[in-house]
């Protein structure tokens, strides 16, 4: 087994595009094994996920099945049961999470596309840490027929690609409402989000787009954004915790999974239902905001991703997904790519759209690459 993906052998043409699939997605006669040795003697899937069909159907060639946090349960990307995946770009960095393999590997150039599921950021924030885009579509528009868990209020399969124009070709085929766009304006007002984050990283992120011809950005303000990470949390860890607490009872989990489980475990109705009420009240703040401006612009990451070396000591870091897991809650769209930057580390812009506007999100986000490459 190599550092980024479970392969299986393929008979498919080699010139089609390749796709590798996250462990928590089943693929016909491979055991979907979350990343967890609970589930290492799990039998093969008796048929294909619907978005491996719609990939199958649309001429991409997969490739083989990625390592994942186990059971998507974290954000750093370690797995002690598969092995933790190396960051390509970033090496002495964390791969990010939960969906640490499927960035890895096309960041890693495995392949052209890798197919992710993103509940509290699990493909925007790993995108982010390697280097290159990641889309979390609208909830609901990729169908989560044979994706795990079968029951989520926030769970979206995404896309992973080293251009945005691979995630724009990936969407046309797994969503069949997805039908891409091209823009015919080249002037357009940014909602620039304000958020708590690195001097460095809002700075590099703001200057960068401020230099872009056509660009102008418009403070926006969201007042329960910071509630609403808190609420993605009480609402991932209620779902989780019934998901797993049989996988739990094994005694097979690693010890992070294991301790956060347990944690989840006290969540009350009562906190579930105020954060169910917040999200309520966090999607109306979103629709309104996006109401007036058509995007939303702010960092991906609220810092730098922590060493590989920490991770695999123990340290965890559940705020680096503060800036994404909000969208999460919301339903709303949001696509992370990599900014031009001095530093040797990985910046990320997150782009977030209407709910159902994905088309025009994605389509912008091929125009911005455009402009950033000048």
């Known amino acids: 087994m ?7 052998p393929s008979s498919m043409a080699t010139d089609q595009p390749t796709v590798a699939i996250k462990d928590s997605i089943d693929v016909a ?11 290492s003697d799990n039998l093969p899937a008796n048929q294909d996920a619907a978005v491996v069909k719609h990939l199958k159907h649309n001429g991409f060639s997969i490739t083989g099945k990625t390592v994942m946090h186990e059971l998507a349960f974290g954000m750093t990307g370690v797995n002690h049961a598969y092995g933790t995946p190396i960051n390509p770009l970033y090496p002495n960095l964390i791969p990010g999470g939960s969906s640490s393999g499927s960035a890895t590997a096309v960041a890693g150039g495995a392949v052209d596309v890798a197919i992710g599921t993103d509940t509290g950021g699990s493909v925007r924030m790993p995108a982010a840490c390697c280097g290159i885009y990641g889309f979390k579509p609208t909830f609901g528009l990729v169908s989560r027929e044979g994706v795990w868990p079968t029951e989520t209020l926030l769970d979206c399969v995404g896309v992973f690609a080293r251009t945005p124009e691979l995630i724009t070709q990936t969407m046309q085929a797994i969503a069949p409402e997805f039908e891409a766009i091209e823009l015919n304006q080249n002037t357009f007002e940014l909602g620039w989000l304000t958020v708590e984050a690195s001097d460095d990283i809002s700075a590099t992120i703001k200057n960068t787009l401020l230099q872009c011809k056509g660009i102008d950005l418009t403070p926006v303000h969201l007042p329960d954004f910071d509630n609403a990470f808190e609420a993605g949390l009480t609402i991932i860890n209620r779902e989780t915790w019934l998901a797993c607490k049989d996988f739990y009872a094994t005694g097979k989990l690693g010890e992070d999974v294991a301790k956060r489980l347990e944690k989840a475990s006290h969540t009350t109705d009562e906190a579930v239902l105020q954060a169910k009420k917040l999200r309520a009240a966090f999607i109306a703040q979103v629709d309104e905001a996006l109401g007036k401006i058509r995007i939303l612009v702010l960092p991906t990451l ?3 991703p922590m060493t590989r070396a920490r991770a695999l000591a123990g340290d965890t870091d559940m705020t680096i997904s503060k800036l994404v897991r909000p969208f999460n809650l919301s339903g709303h769209p949001a696509l992370s790519m990599p900014c031009p930057s001095t530093l040797d580390l990985p910046i990320s812009i997150q782009l977030v759209g209407r709910r159902g506007d994905d088309a025009f999100l994605c389509a912008f986000a091929e125009y911005l690459a455009k402009l950033l490459s000048q």
């Open 29 to 39: 006669g491979t055991p979907t094994r979350l990343g967890s040795a609970a589930c």
């Open 2 to 8: 190599d550092s980024f993906t479970v392969t299986y």
């Open 302 to 304: 609220p810092h730098f």
